[in-house]
């Protein structure tokens, strides 16, 4: 593998947490050198969603002192950032932010007045996108509704700006937008016309090799990061990918964290048709990223776990396969182009005899059938049988899902032994590293796989009943 000459500083940018961790010239974490700032969503009527920008940032800095004042931040010779995707803020005209940061779980909207000639099946075709109120094709106009924006940035974009003065974006968070053209790396004319507003009021896109240094300001505070090269965000869906190890069109990483994912990084050049029940977003100038994202993951796990007062992470006692229960995962909705909203849970098939085990082992293997049913889109896409590498916290805290998950996919699995899979990919993506997943391969247990198989037509038929109960008349 690559190496750099020196220790890399990593800024991770996520929903539940903003941190920062130093890794070594490998992309390993250096022990004890991470500190991490908690970050609440404030939820609110109609949908509402946000993030304290102010509080944010500064917990981020804050971060930043604590490594300092421990010592970690000598030795730094690049600082990467990984950072959540779609999120957006509303500036005026002197670059001022006049709304929080607008993550994707926010479901304010409006409806959108398209020209009837409008394909959006060639428009997600060339964006990679849809027009979701995930992308900035809908979030735009919605905010144009409610304030009186000049500009608009993205949380990762503002991060840069406060670190570096210039407020610029990389290639990968602008993919995230839905409105960049995949091919060219531009802005696309036709999602900026939707959303209503031009190139200029977008922040720049640089390419992947542009640096930027500390401004004055913080050169003063962290005097050992004076002229360290500071590297565009990656989308941190792009970055888990490779830090996982799934780098190449071989390989599709499954990742569960708060929500997860299934995903395969590939050439942009001569890239496959995109189908539309996918999504594609860029990793770098070279390199897009193909999947499908699922809104329950982790932060389904954590609730039962909470809710059933179940004392462990496991399902004790319960086969994989085996319950008789049929949970659907809707309790946050679906990501798009199905609409189903957030409160859309269900279980089929209670009885008395069921346990708090069978209730938890139940929307385990619903989450893990959704997630299979993104790895079988992707394996036709890309004409094989795609070898799978495992990834996340979500990941970790369960031995019964990781079984679970091999079983669904019916192939071994190799599960990423680095928890801090989107610094590590970050890193990988700005300085040209290919990190291996270097855990342990687990086969599918046959009779386990059996009992799955057998269990998929009816969780697929009773999941379609869901999805047409449940669907938005409109995104």
């Known amino acids: ?124 075709a060339r964006t990679g996108a849809w027009l979701h109120r995930l992308y900035w094709t809908r979030r735009i106009p919605w905010l144009q509704s409610v304030a009186s924006p000049s500009n608009y940035a993205g949380l990762p974009d503002l991060v840069l700006e406060r670190l570096t003065g210039e407020r ?53 505070r962290w005097p050992s990061l004076v002229g360290v090269p500071i590297h565009p965000p990656t989308g941190d869906g792009a970055a888990s990918n ?46 897009a990223v193909t999947g499908m994202a699922f809104s329950a993951a982790g932060n389904l796990h954590a609730w039962l776990t909470g809710v059933l007062n179940l004392e462990g992470p496991e399902p004790t006692g319960v086969e994989i396969g085996s319950s008789q229960v049929i949970a659907i995962p809707f309790q946050a909705g679906t990501r798009p182009p199905d609409t189903v909203p957030g409160g859309s849970g269900v279980y089929f098939g209670l009885s008395f005899d069921d346990t708090a085990a069978d209730l938890l082992a139940a929307s385990l293997q619903g989450a893990s059938l959704e997630i299979d049913r993104g790895l079988r889109m992707l394996d036709e896409l890309f004409g094989r049988p795609l070898e799978v590498v495992l990834g996340g916290g979500g990941i970790d805290a369960s031995a019964w899902w990781r079984r679970c998950l091999t079983a669904t996919f019916d192939r071994p699995t190799t599960t990423c032994s680095e928890p801090e899979v989107g610094a590590r990919g970050a890193a990988a ?47």
């Not at 941190?19 to 609110?44: D, F, Q, T």
């Not at 053209?181 to 016309?193: I, K, N, S």
């Not at 040209?432 to 037509?457: F, H, M, N, W, Y």
Request: glycine letters at 10%; aromatic letters at 6%; a negative charge.
């Open 168 to 220: 610029v974006t990389s290639v990968s968070v602008a993919s995230g937008t839905g409105t960049l053209d995949l091919a060219t790396g531009g802005y696309d004319d036709e999602a900026l016309a939707v959303a209503g507003v031009s190139d200029k009021q977008l922040p720049p896109i640089v390419p992947t090799g542009w640096t930027g240094t500390l401004s004055a300001e913080y050169a003063r």
């Open 1 to 124: 593998m690559p190496r750099t000459d020196g220790r890399i500083l990593a800024l991770d940018l996520g929903t539940s947490s903003a941190r920062a961790l130093v890794l070594s010239e490998e992309a390993a974490p250096i022990p004890g050198a991470l500190a991490r700032h908690k970050i609440s969503a404030i939820y609110g009527a109609g949908g509402a969603a946000t993030l304290d920008l102010h509080g944010y940032v500064e917990g981020l800095l804050g971060c930043l002192d604590e490594l300092e004042q421990n010592g970690h931040l000598t030795g730094i010779t690049a600082i990467v950032l990984s950072s959540q995707w779609h999120s957006i803020v509303a500036l005026d005209n002197k670059g001022e932010a006049i709304t929080p940061v607008i993550p994707w779980v926010d479901t304010r909207s409006v409806a959108l007045d398209l020209d009837p000639a409008f394909d959006e099946r060639a428009f997600h």
């Open 429 to 475: 993506v700005a300085l040209g590293l290919s990190p291996s997943p270097g855990g342990e391969t687990q086969q599918p247990v046959t009779a386990d796989a059996d009992r799955v198989a057998k269990l998929r037509p009816r969780y697929e038929a009773l999941r379609g009943l869901a999805v047409q109960a449940s669907a938005e008349p409109s995104a």
């Open 242 to 287: 490779v830090g996982t190890g799934g780098y190449d069109q071989t390989t599709a990483a499954v990742t569960v964290g708060t929500s997860a994912a299934v995903r395969v990084v590939h050439p942009i050049e001569h890239a496959p048709e995109l189908p539309w029940e996918l999504w594609r977003y860029r990793v770098d100038d070279q390199r």
